[in-house]
Each structure stands twice: as structure tokens, then as C-alpha cells.
């Protein structure tokens, strides 16, 4: 079994499409982020992102995803069930439609590489509720899997952290934080 440990800086990326448009073009609804930046010491920072586009809107989706990441960051994106493969380079051949689909940025240089994690909707759920995230439903319509793409974001980090990741020696400090953060989070008064 592989063992990584947690980089400076990861994003976990959550890509909806819309419903295939008539002329076979299937552009981005939404796009989730959520992002865990190491500090020194035990600081970790997180930060949640939505980002939704008009049907026309092509250029708009990697140009935010290019705006949260650097060449020290690691990219990760939940691809289906059961598997981590990690991609050095994003532009490699060897990906499969399913894997370009999630993670659409194709400049390698933009990042330093792309984890294509494999949870099953039942394991997200699950973390959903562990975690206290509220996602989707697998029934919900367009409206609301698109709002709740930056929840969807935070469960696949969380599904990385729990699974891949479970061996790093951080990876007990990192859950204790992000809890701490989202207890937080979620204490935050709604603003109109």
C-alpha cells in the first residue's frame, strides 16, 4: 500500500454538468472547491467555493479552478467507486473520460498533480452524515446538486483524508481542525 501524506496546499474539486446540450456540447453547471492550505506549525486554514455559470459560459470553469491552485498544490476529484490513482501529469493520455471530465484543467503547470480518488455515492453519503455536510440527495434536482457542490467538495477531501490519507501522521491533527473549522462554519449566522 502507498503512503502520502498531506501536501502544503490540496483542493478538492466537485464538477457538475449540465444535461447534454442538443449540440453534444455538455457545459458546466457549477463547480465546488475546498481547500486546505498547511500552515506552520499545527495551523491549517480551510476555504469553501462555489462557482456557477451560464450555458455559454466555457472559459469561465477552469479559469476559477486555475485561480485556487499553484504549482505547490495537489488537485484531488472523486471519479466512482474503489480505487486513488494519481496522475503526475493532468494532461497524461492514459486518463480516462471519466477522470477529464472531473478534473477539466489541462495545464500541468498550474499544479503540482491530481489525485483521482473512487468513493461510491453510499461512502460520500455516509461521510455526509459522519460530518454533519449536507448533500444532495441522490433524487435532488439540478438546482440543488448545484448549490451543494461545495459540500459535495468537502466530503471527497474528507474521503481522501480518511482513506488514502489515513496512515500520515497529521491525519488525526488535520480532522481535529477541519472539525473545529466546520463547527464553526456552521455557527456562522446566514448572510441575506
Known sequence: MNHYSHPQSAVSFAVMYRQQCP?????????????????????????????????????????????????????????????????????DDRLTRAERNAFPIRDHHRHRRAHYISASERALSVIGRSYDIELAPPDADEGLTAARTPQRAQAIWLAWLTGVLSEDPQHRAMLAAYQAWHALERARPIQF
Do not use: W
Not at 86 to 91: G, S, T, V
Open 23 to 91: 449540440d453534444g456540447v455538455q457545459p458546466i453547471r457549477a463547480i465546488g472547491a475546498f481547500k486546505v492550505s498547511l500552515g506552520s506549525g499545527d495551523d491549517v486554514a480551510f476555504e469553501r467555493h462555489h462557482f456557477s455559470y451560464r450555458s455559454d459560459d466555457l472559459l469561465g470553469p477552469t479559469a476559477d479552478m486555475h485561480s485556487l491552485v499553484d504549482r505547490r498544490t495537489d488537485c484531488l476529484t472523486n471519479i466512482g467507486p474503489d480505487l486513488h490513482r494519481l496522475a503526475l501529469l493532468p494532461d
